[in-house]
């Protein structure tokens, strides 16, 4: 038979926050409504709090911790409820109590990904390593999670404090994740754009040119590596620097403005790739007599057909002796 928690009622004011919890951004909304569902219903699932000094236990005068539960110990706190059902637990290590905050996330409500990597920079520190796998299978986080993670913690204090504001004011960290998609490059190849304005003036820049909406998603970002990838890949990185050096001087200059001949449409070059094969595909696979009445498909592939074509003969035109392989 399975041994049921005891649950005991302890005075609202003698618990105190986990310091390990990550959740550091309680958003009014859900905490509104939780806040309700208690003013109505009582705390149906009792908090896990752990004492602070192991030797000292009473629920009405000593201090416990809380391991599991601070958002229902905060509303309870605002609605004046002077005490509330816990289960008490042993006190945890530091380790084992950072564990187990992260295990708590995986089964709850996620955290917001900057208080995530506070913490795991935390339980890096303790654990002497920066091993990705390791970290994932301790905090069961994914592989990903856990490289985003890392990716935040690079950016100056300033910047991470940008994703903990309230949320009327709070940046999302996809902005930075993206963002590093280029400043990761630009720091690592010291592109002297980037090095000689210096990394913070840099991500100011970008933040700036987001805000003003001349960068519009942060997708963009992405499309800029995939420039400088293909400057690397053409012998045409003194293009790409003085492109990015322009893009980066011209407050109102866009991602898509960057022109670099030969680097800047590889991307479309790809998708072209990737796309025609697919059509070509397609074609291949329809029975063309069952489409005959389709007049508008008919139209379409007509009207591709001469377009190839046209673009094409502008392509061989200065050199007859091309032949496109068969």
Known sequence: MTDVAKVTNILTKNIEPNPHNPRRLFDEVPMKILKDSIAKLGILVPLDVYPEDSNKTDPNNDTFVLLDGERRWRCSKELNIQ?????????????????????????????????????????????????????????????????????????????????????????????????????????????????????????????????????????????????????????????????????????????????????TYAKYIKEITRSSKRLLSQIEDIDFENISTDLNLIKQLRKLSQIIDEKLDKALLNDPKKKIQE
């Open 83 to 263: 005490s509330v059902p816990c289960i008490i637990i042993d006190s945890p290590s530091p380790q084992q109590n950072i564990l187990t905050m992260f295990h708590i996330h995986n089964v709850r409500e996620g955290w917001q990904l900057m208080p995530t990597a506070l913490k795991l920079k935390d339980l890096m520190k303790m654990l002497d390593t920066e091993n990705e796998r390791n970290l994932a299978e301790l905090t069961k986080l994914s592989i990903s999670q856990v490289r985003r993670c890392k990716i935040l913690l690079t950016y100056p204090d300033e910047f991470q404090s940008m994703m903990l504001a309230p949320k009327s004011e709070r940046y999302k960290a996809d902005l930075f994740i993206d963002m590093h998609r280029i400043r990761g490059p630009a720091l690592e190849d010291k592109l002297p754009p980037w090095m000689d304005r210096g990394d913070k003036k840099c991500i100011e820049i970008l933040i700036k040119k987001y805000d003003d909406d001349i960068i519009k998603a942060v997708t963009e970002f992405r499309h800029l590596k995939t420039i400088y990838t293909a400057s690397i890949e053409k012998h045409r990185v003194d293009k790409f620097i003085q492109e990015f050096d322009r893009f980066l001087s011209d407050p109102e200059m866009g991602i898509f403005e960057i022109n670099i001949p030969g680097a």
